[in-house]
């Protein structure tokens, strides 16, 4: 099992972690850490998971492929391995741009990003099955 190694390049790094819960038994939030010239700011991704799910030791998610939720948390898995290195090129362009990084432009970046893909995705899916149902009517 790989670790989850922070992104860095000139005091910049994103990395996956997780909040556990408050209340016994309930999941916690997966979230961002961007870091940059040691300013460090939280993002909320809209994954949770279990305390269980997650390995302190290496920072990454624990998926048991036996498990009935082993599925959605490799999906979980892949989609935060996007997410974070999304966000990494997001800040990393902005900073070779400017040597500086606006957290709020990063993440209003990020989220463009994030919606025009899943709009691509839902689409291309959409006319996948469309495709398939007019093959079928032939």
């Known amino acids: 099992m790989e670790r989850n190694e922070d992104r860095t390049m000139k005091g910049?790094?994103?990395?996956?972690?997780?909040r556990p819960s408050s209340v016994p038994k309930k999941a916690g939030r997966l979230y961002y850490q961007i870091i940059f010239r040691r300013a460090s700011y939280q993002y909320n991704s809209q994954y949770q998971i279990y305390e269980?799910?997650?390995s302190k030791?290496?920072?990454?998610i624990i998926i048991d492929a036996?498990?009935?939720?082993g599925k959605?948390?490799?999906?979980?898995r892949k989609r935060t391995d996007w997410e974070t290195a999304k966000l990494y090129e997001i800040a990393q362009?902005?900073?070779?741009?400017?040597?500086s990084v606006d957290y709020d432009l990063v993440v209003h970046e990020f989220e463009t990003q994030k919606?025009?893909?899943?709009?691509?995705?839902?689409?291309?899916?959409?006319r996948k099955i469309g495709?398939?149902?007019?093959i079928k009517n032939k």
Do not use: D, H, P
């Open 12 to 18: 910049l790094s994103v990395k996956l972690c997780f």
């Open 52 to 54: 269980t799910e997650w």
């Open 57 to 60: 030791q290496t920072g990454l």
């Open 66 to 69: 036996l498990s009935q939720r």
């Open 72 to 76: 959605e948390l490799m999906t979980i």
């Open 93 to 99: 362009r902005m900073f070779n741009v400017s040597e």
């Open 115 to 126: 919606a025009q893909q899943s709009f691509r995705s839902y689409y291309g899916a959409n």
């Open 131 to 134: 495709a398939k149902r007019e």
